[in-house]
Structures are given as C-alpha cells and as structure tokens.
Nanobody, 124 residues
Framework: QVQLVESGGGSVQAGGSLRLSCAAS????????MGWFRQAPGKEREGVAS???????NYVESVKGRFTISADNAKNTLYLQMNSLKPEDTAMYYC??????????????????WGQGTQVTVSS
C-alpha cells in the first residue's frame, strides 16, 4: 500500500526557511515522479515542483530560485527546501506521486497518490 507522510511544516517570518520532508512507503520513489503541491485558503491546489529519476526537475515560476526539490532514494524520502519565504507561500503543502517520469509541469490530475499535507505559515 502506497503511503506518503509529510513533515517539517511550521510558522516562520518572511525571509525565513523551512525544509519539508515526505516519507514514502509501499513503493520505491526512484520509479516514480514525485511532486510538491500547495493549497492556500480559498484557492485551488497548485503544483510547486516535481522530480524524477530520469533527470527531470521542474518548478513553477513563483518559487524558482527560492525552493529546491530533492529526493533521497536510499531513504525513500522527498524533500522541499524553501528559502526566502514570503507570506504568499502560506498554504498546506502536499507531496504526491505518479508512476514513471514527470511531465514539464506538475498538474494535480496527473498524480495518483497523495499525502495528508503539512501546514506552512509565513508571517510578514
């Protein structure tokens, strides 16, 4: 059974950093496209970044240069390093997985498995 468990969320001031983790079980992340998504109150869930073992790494424009996605296949864990956080980054962050490679943009409907989310709050 595929399971994804996020951790690492919290409250920080603008300009601060957080590192999110997503521990996967029931499958090997090296065989999957892994993505991070977020949903702010009153807004739709949006893709943030994705990574696969074929060398594809994608970021949405709003986080480029500030966020870094990475994966540790030995630990079967996905990460999202978030630097220079802004109040508009406040959201529930989810990790997700889909078999195979990543497409150029992380669309929600492409992903089969989801974690329960971890809250990130950035104050000004």
């Amino acid at each position: 059974q595929v399971q994804l468990v996020e951790s690492g969320g919290g409250s920080v001031q603008a300009g601060g950093s957080l590192r999110l983790s997503c521990a996967a079980s029931g499958y090997t992340i090296a065989s999957y496209c892994m993505g991070w998504f977020r949903q702010a109150p009153g807004k739709e869930r949006e893709g943030v970044a994705s990574i696969d073992s074929y060398g594809s790494i994608n970021y949405v424009e709003s986080v480029k240069g500030r966020f870094t996605i990475s994966a540790d296949n030995a630990k079967n864990t996905l990460y999202l390093q978030m630097n220079s956080l802004k109040p508009e980054d406040t959201a529930m962050y989810y990790c997700a997985a889909r078999p195979g490679f990543c497409y150029d943009y992380p669309y929600e409907y492409d992903y089969n498995y989801w974690g329960q989310g971890t809250q990130v709050t950035v104050s000004s």
